[in-house]
């Protein structure tokens, strides 16, 4: 098998596309619509790879308005690694979750499998589901305030989703500044699935810049 530290090529062919129906005045802060985008990648020996495998991601977001100029956020993300032949997948190329953009409230890669011996490398995994729903209140045309709570889990196999699931409610703080979109959030994990996340306290997540 390939060793952490060993190098490697991943050469890959890839492609996507996208359906993105989200309202254009505002596509910052939009307020309908949705976005779906579907994206694959083949990484092959014939291309000087290590090994061959493939990579499938599914992403789907949906607004829907509701009352006061609030809207409703419904976000969901699906990942499937495997391997058609030759060496396991690197941890590169797997799936991980925890932070900004997958689930708050927990560290950066911290949800998923970990490293047996020590319990707290995280190895990543070749099945992926996440997704979340909050609610975003404009308070000015450069303020946002929003609850959420977003859900999931990585898993080591395949095509295994098992019954487990780790999930944290939260509030949240967009900007609209001259340097950019500034994103506040504070998350709580509320259920846990793993033994190395229990008695996580909560997390504060801080970045600037969009996110499409």
Do not use: C
């Not at 505002?26 to 090994?51: H, M, Q």
């Not at 944290?168 to 900007?175: A, D, Q, Y």
């Amino acid at each position: 098998d390939m060793e952490e530290n060993d190098t490697v090529f991943a050469n890959r062919l890839s492609f996507g596309m996208t359906r993105d129906t989200r309202n254009r005045p505002s596509i910052l802060f939009p307020t309908s619509g949705s976005r779906l985008s579907i994206n694959g990648e083949l990484v092959t020996e014939a291309l000087g790879s290590y090994s061959n495998y493939y990579r499938l991601t599914v992403d789907g977001t949906k607004y829907v308005p509701v009352f006061r100029a609030a809207v409703l956020k419904l976000h969901a993300r699906l990942g499937l690694a495997d391997e058609l032949s030759g060496d396991d997948i690197g941890v590169f190329d797997r799936f991980f979750a925890g932070g900004t953009g997958t689930i708050r409230g927990f560290d950066r890669h911290e949800v998923g499998p970990v490293d047996d011996d020590e319990r707290e490398n995280a190895m990543g995994g070749r099945t992926m589901a996440i997704g979340s729903v909050e609610l975003i209140q404009p308070l000015a045309s450069w303020v946002r305030v929003s609850v959420f709570s977003d859900f999931g889990n990585v898993w080591a196999d395949s095509y295994d989703v098992g019954s487990g699931i780790n999930a944290s409610v939260g509030v949240g703080l967009r900007l609209q500044l001259p340097i950019g979109p500034v994103n506040l959030a504070y998350g709580f994990p509320i259920i846990t699935d793993q033994d190395h996340l229990d008695g996580n306290s909560g997390r504060l997540h801080f970045n600037i810049g969009a996110s499409f």
